[in-house]
């Protein structure tokens, strides 16, 4: 199984200010992904970072708002930009597994607060 | 579209009882996962169920798929304090994305 570490575990920031989160793996991936959920809610997919190309976004969810990097294949940041209260929420990273990749393990996720 | 709905949201039991969690999705995929989330922490997996027919059990926990009803269930058996958490089954689309029930918030009282 992956061992997928996030940093800041949580935050409280003012609106208008910018967080940037990372995710550490402690293997190669190709791809992570980054989840917001929001509270009581469920999972929704931000975007899938490839290494070496540009983030895939998803419906809903656009690069000025949340700028993601992938230097390399265990590294990833997401940074929330121009925060609103609404953007409090837990981010998750999170990498397939396994000999077929067919498990996802998260990382501990980033409770962000924004006031 | 894939869709995943699972049922009950929300199921409060005591102890010692036996229940069952329902994921139902709308189109055909190869991969079924259960997750369990804890209040403030982050998703840990329990299951990947990748044919049907499959069955897998861990604990008191058991998971089963049958991909012609496009149904997966979570049977809890004899259930204790500890398991009290909220199960989210998700399921794999073309694009290998996960595509998310909402959650079933299940308390066990003692």
């Known amino acids: 199984s992956a061992v997928i570490s996030q940093k800041p575990s949580r935050d409280i920031c003012q609106r208008g200010t910018s967080l940037t989160i990372q995710c550490q793996v402690d293997s190669q991936v190709t791809m992570m992904f980054w989840y917001r959920q929001q509270p009581g809610q469920s999972l929704t997919l931000i975007a899938t970072?490839?290494?070496?190309?540009?983030?895939?976004?998803e419906s809903g969810f656009v690069i000025d708002k949340f700028p993601i990097s992938r230097p390399n294949l265990t590294f990833s940041t997401l940074t929330v930009s121009n925060m609103s209260p609404e953007d409090s929420s837990i981010y998750l990273c999170?990498?397939?597994?396994?000999?077929?990749?067919?498990?996802?393990?998260f990382g501990p996720g980033t409770r962000l607060l924004v006031l | 579209e894939l869709k995943v709905e699972q049922n009950p949201l929300f199921l409060s039991m005591q102890e010692g009882k036996n229940y069952t969690i329902y994921c139902n999705y709308s189109?055909?995929?190869?991969?079924l996962y259960w997750y369990r989330q804890d209040p403030g922490k982050s998703l840990e997996s329990l299951f990947v169920?990748?044919?049907n027919g499959a069955v897998k059990q861990e604990g008191r926990l058991m998971a089963s798929l049958d991909t012609k009803a496009r149904l997966s269930t979570l049977h809890i058996t004899a259930a204790v304090h500890d398991l009290s958490a909220t199960y989210f089954c998700a399921v794999i689309d073309s694009n290998y994305q996960l595509i998310w029930g909402a959650g079933t918030k299940l308390i066990i009282k003692p």
């Open positions: 189109t055909t995929s190869d991969r």
């Open positions: 970072a490839n290494q070496g190309s540009e983030a895939t976004y």
């Open positions: 999170s990498v397939p597994s396994g000999q077929r990749q067919e498990t996802q393990y």
């Open positions: 169920l990748l044919s």
